[in-house]
T-cell receptor, first 113, second 116 residues
Framework: GPKVLQIPSHQIIDMGQMVTLNCDPVSNHLYFYWYKQILGQQMEFLVNFYNGKVMEKSKLFKDQFSVERPDGSYFTLKIQPTALEDSAVYFC???????????FGPGTRLLVL | GDSVTQTEGQVTVSESKSLIINCTYSTTSIAYPNLFWYVRYPGEGLQLLLKVITAGQKGSSRGFEATYNKETTSFHLQKASVQESDSAVYYCALGDSGGSNYKLTFGKGTLLTVTP
């Protein structure tokens, strides 16, 4: 089936640094999502993005978070500055249309020290 | 808010035996919930196993079945005879078909281990 790629698979950074997580969505998809999963907890919705804009974000999507997809390339999640509680696995997803099946990437495991 | 509760932790089943993973949902905001089962096989990303968007309907895929029961707010996953290749983490999820945007609410996941 359609593949979503995420780069890097793992990232370790010091608290206060900036990090960018990259997602290569399915090529013709129009809707993009980020989810966060803290160890031992469920995957939780962060944000969805369409036509260059954030459509909806959850309370987990702090002011330090931002998303963009410049020129149709990677869909990115940037955290600046990072905090200890940002340590989690971040999953990217994409869908062709709003209510279509979401296809997920394998996740980026972020560890903030 | 919205929440999904599923069989917690790990389930171990012998090959060729039957399986049920329980899932119940709760929502205060979604008029017409859509229900999903996703699966993550070892080393792979999350992938859709089955989905049902209409209450009372049953979804099926790869020998798995789940029926959307609005009365009991449940969407249990069942399989009559599991195989070792079914070993994976299974996630129940709730979506909103009528909302202006579309996000999924997930359960914590259930690790299925099928033993030979």
């Amino acid at each position: 089936g359609p593949k979503v790629l995420q780069i890097p698979s793992h990232q370790i950074i010091d608290m206060g640094q900036m990090v960018t997580l990259n997602c290569d969505p399915v090529s013709n998809h129009l809707y993009f999502y980020w989810y966060k999963q803290i160890l031992g907890q469920q995957m939780e919705f962060l944000v969805n993005f369409y036509n260059g804009k954030v459509m909806e974000k959850s309370k987990l999507f702090k002011d330090q978070f931002s998303v963009e997809r410049p020129d149709g390339s990677y869909f990115t999640l940037k955290i600046q500055p990072t905090a200890l509680e940002d340590s989690a696995v971040y999953f990217c997803a994409s869908s062709l249309v709003k209510q279509d099946t979401q296809y997920f990437g394998p996740g980026t495991r972020l560890l903030v020290l | 808010g919205d929440s999904v509760t599923q069989t917690e932790g790990q389930v171990t089943v012998s090959e060729s035996k039957s399986l049920i993973i329980n899932c119940t949902y709760s929502t205060t905001s979604i008029a017409y919930p859509n229900l999903f089962w996703y699966v993550r096989y070892p080393g792979e990303g999350l992938q859709l196993l089955l989905k049902v968007i209409t209450a009372g309907q049953k979804g099926s895929s790869r020998g798995f079945e789940a029926t959307y029961n609005k009365e009991t707010t449940s969407f249990h996953l069942q399989k009559a005879s599991v195989q070792e290749s079914d070993s994976a983490v299974y996630y129940c999820a709730l979506g909103d078909s009528g909302g202006s945007n579309y996000k999924l609410t997930f359960g914590k996941g259930t690790l299925l281990t099928v033993t030979p």
